[in-house]
């Protein structure tokens, strides 16, 4: 099983320039979320996705877009990179519900220079 | 924003010691999951706690929710170098959301 597939592993971008970090998911879950990681301050909720068609926010939003048109994908854009969006970016899916178990893709590490 | 507060951030311990961390909050939870994170790859769920004063074991872990639901702790018995990771607490606040609220959590090392 692939569970949750994010790519690329790595990238390296430079300050303004935008991207697009991928992550599919083959479990048939409902909700999907990005998260970044940074030292000392755990993992941000960044957006997420109750389902196809719908998005919200999360709680470090500003620099990045989301959409949700099929169940599986759920693409994370960075529109104009910025040093401070240099982190380890996670992508999560679950079957949805209050409380359901998260299961994490394996990261995307960005360095903007 | 409610909050989760986790200790110790670090732990470094030898092989054969016990060791418990803590997960707190001021607010209530309707359930608490821990993952734990090894170097390189995401966070994998190890277990939900749902039930205030619920104990669940997994081995040599044992997790603890609060009677009032506003924290848990994780102990581990007899660590084993294995046991080494990042372990993150996150919380459900019951609201009907799907959003968890994660720990910043600890980061463990057990030397042999």
């Known amino acids: 099983n692939a569970g949750v597939t994010q790519t690329p592993k790595f990238q390296v971008l430079k300050t303004g320039q935008s991207m697009t970090l991928q992550c599919a998911q083959d479990?048939?879950?409902?909700?999907m979320s990005w998260y970044r990681q940074d030292p000392g301050m755990g993992l941000r909720l960044i957006h997420y996705?109750?389902?196809?068609?719908?998005?919200d926010q999360g709680e470090v939003p500003n620099g990045y877009n989301v959409s949700r048109s099929t169940t599986e994908d759920f693409p994370l854009r960075l529109l104009s990179a910025a040093p401070s969006q240099t982190s380890v970016y996670f992508c999560?899916?679950?079957?949805?519900?209050?409380?359901?178990?998260?299961?994490f893709g394996n990261g995307t590490r960005l360095t903007v220079t | 924003t409610q909050l989760l507060e986790q200790s110790p951030q670090f732990l470094s311990i030898q092989e054969g010691e016990n060791l418990t961390v803590y997960c707190n909050s001021s607010?209530?939870?309707?359930?608490l999951q821990w993952y734990r994170q090894e170097p390189g790859e995401g966070p994998v769920l190890l277990v939900t706690?749902?039930?205030?004063?619920e104990v669940k074991k997994l081995k040599r872990l044992t997790f603890q929710f609060g009677d009032a639901r506003k924290d848990s702790s994780l102990h581990i018995t007899a660590a084993q170098p294995g046991d080494t990771g990042l372990y993150l607490c996150?919380?459900?606040?019951?609201?009907?959301?799907?959003?968890?609220?994660f720990g910043k959590g600890t980061k463990l090392t057990v030397n042999p």
């Open positions: 999560a899916s679950s079957y949805g519900g209050t409380g359901s178990p998260l299961h």
């Open positions: 479990m048939n879950h409902e909700y």
């Open positions: 996705s109750v389902g196809a068609g719908i998005t």
């Open positions: 607010s209530v939870f309707s359930s």
């Open positions: 706690v749902v039930t205030g004063g």
């Open positions: 996150a919380g459900a606040d019951g609201g009907g959301s799907e959003k968890l609220v």
